[in-house]
C-alpha cells in the first residue's frame, strides 16, 4: 500500500515557475514509477510526466515537454514536477500517482488528492 500526498501549488502569473512534491508512504516506494496526471475544468485527466523506479527514465507529454522537468529522491520518498514557463492551459489539478510505465505513460495504482495549479495571464 503506497499514500500519496501532493504539495506546492498556488497561483502563479504565466511565464513563472512551481515545484509540485508529492510524499509517499510506504516501504516500497522505491519499486514503484511515480507520475503526475492532471485534469483541467471541464476536461478529462491527462498524463503529464512519469519517472521510473530508478529515475533513470523519464517520459513526457508534448505539451510540458521542455517545460516541466519530474525528478524523485529514494531517499525522501518524494517525486517532484518542476515546472517552468507556465501558461494558463497549465491550470488544473494536479494528481501523483504511483504504479508501472506502459507505453511511456504511468498507469496508476495509487493516487494522491491532488494540488491546484493556477497560472492567471
Known amino acids: 500500500q503506497v499514500q500519496l500526498v501532493e504539495s506546492g501549488g498556488g497561483l502563479v502569473q504565466a511565464g513563472g515557475s512551481l515545484r509540485l512534491s508529492c510524499a509517499a508512504s510506504?516501504?516500497?516506494?522505491?519499486?514503484?514509477?511515480m507520475g503526475w496526471f492532471r485534469q483541467a475544468p471541464g476536461k478529462e485527466r491527462e498524463f503529464v510526466a512519469v519517472?521510473?523506479?530508478?529515475?533513470?527514465?523519464?517520459y513526457y507529454a508534448d505539451s510540458v515537454k521542455g517545460r516541466f522537468t519530474i525528478s524523485r529522491d529514494n531517499a525522501k520518498n518524494t517525486v517532484y514536477l518542476q515546472m517552468n514557463s507556465l501558461e494558463p492551459e497549465d491550470t488544473a489539478v494536479y494528481y501523483c500517482?504511483?504504479?508501472?510505465?506502459?507505453?511511456?505513460?504511468?498507469?496508476?495504482?495509487?493516487w494522491g488528492q491532488g494540488t491546484q495549479v493556477t497560472v492567471s495571464s
Open positions: 500517482g504511483a504504479g508501472g510505465i506502459v507505453n511511456k505513460r504511468l498507469l496508476g495504482d495509487y
Open positions: 519517472i521510473s523506479w530508478s529515475g533513470g527514465s523519464t
Open positions: 510506504g516501504r516500497t516506494f522505491s519499486s514503484y514509477a
